[in-house]
């Protein structure tokens, strides 16, 4: 078995903010791209470029979120 990529993951608010399983945010801890409970977590396949985009997009956004605080 390989296992190359996770499926799922951490649950984030759409600032990248990282949430318990309450929904309250654990603060000062971010993920984005495949680390967070991302776009390609249906379990149907792997989608590369949309890994690369999302973690762009997300990365960008959790970064200017934690700057701002």
Known sequence: MYSGFTMGGLTVSLDGEVLREDGSVI???YAAGACASNIAQDGQG????VQLGEGSFFGRRAGTHAAAR
């Open 27 to 29: 603060d000062g801890l």
């Open 46 to 49: 792997y989608a590369s470029g």
